[in-house]
């Protein structure tokens, strides 16, 4: 996912053309292999690789938007999916993308602004707390733009949120009795 969501941002249409359909392609087999109920893996891979790409390329402009918008057509004109609920749910992702790209945009701007920016990172990271997965990659790229900026206390309560969200996974596995408290000693924001 990753990989092709660099070339839906790719400056050839061509190119953004075919990453385009190829991702419509793994969304849709996906929702067949999840007997068409749903897209939610494909929902899964495709939010955490934009939040990587965000924090390692960045991504989000027209060629990006353009290459949604190409995706959308792709699932509004499949005749084999007109009477499921496929078109609505990429419809769904890529709104969940582009909402996504619009947080990162308003951080962008408000970049000299370190209140404003941790609270729109912070906002964002939230906005995963269904997700488990999805929040321990936005808190990545949210450390590594941290240590990219030299803040290293940032990007360290990052981690430790990381490792708190995996510690509450492994205590509700039955792998680890304490889970997140075990973090109180280090910092009572974990909570």
Same mark, same amino acid.
């Given at each position: 996912?990753?990989?092709?969501?660099?070339?839906?941002?790719? !400056?050839?249409?061509?190119?953004?053309?075919?990453?385009?359909?190829?991702?419509?392609? +793994?969304? !849709?087999?996906?929702?067949?292999?999840? #007997?068409?109920?749903?897209? *939610? !893996?494909?929902?899964?891979?495709?939010?955490?690789? *934009?939040?990587? /790409?965000?924090?390692? =390329?960045?991504?989000?402009?027209?060629? +990006?938007?353009?290459?949604l918008a190409i995706i959308n057509n792709f699932a509004n004109g499949d005749k084999h999916m007109k009477n499921v609920n496929f078109p609505?749910?990429? #419809?769904?992702?890529?709104?969940?993308?582009?909402?996504?790209?619009?947080?990162?945009?308003?951080? #962008?701007?408000?970049?000299?602004?370190?209140?404003? /920016? *941790?609270?729109?990172?912070?906002?964002?990271?939230?906005?995963?707390?269904?997700?488990?997965?999805? !929040?321990?990659? @936005?808190?990545?790229?949210?450390?590594?733009?941290?240590?990219?900026?030299?803040?290293?206390?940032?990007?360290?309560?990052?981690?430790?949120?990381?490792?708190?969200?995996? =510690?509450?996974?492994? #205590?509700?596995?039955?792998?680890?009795?304490?889970? @997140?408290?075990? +973090?109180?000693?280090?910092t009572p924001n974990i909570k």
């Open positions: 996912c990753y990989e092709i969501l660099k070339c839906c941002n790719h !400056r050839s249409r061509s190119t953004q053309t075919e990453a385009s359909a190829l991702l419509y392609f +793994f969304m !849709r087999k996906n929702f067949e292999f999840n #007997k068409q109920k749903s897209i *939610v !893996r494909s929902h899964l891979q495709l939010i955490k690789a *934009v939040s990587q /790409l965000i924090a390692d =390329a960045g991504i989000g402009g027209s060629r +990006f938007q353009h290459s609505a749910e990429v #419809k769904d992702l890529t709104k969940r993308i582009r909402t996504v790209l619009m947080a990162t945009s308003q951080m #962008k701007e408000h970049e000299k602004d370190p209140e404003m /920016l *941790v609270d729109l990172q912070y906002s964002l990271a939230n906005s995963y707390a269904s997700t488990p997965e999805l !929040r321990r990659t @936005w808190l990545e790229s949210m450390a590594k733009i941290h240590a990219r900026n030299g803040d290293l206390s940032e990007a360290a309560m990052c981690y430790i949120h990381i490792a708190a969200l995996i =510690a509450e996974y492994l #205590k509700r596995k039955g792998l680890f009795s304490m889970g @997140w408290p075990a +973090f109180l000693s280090i």
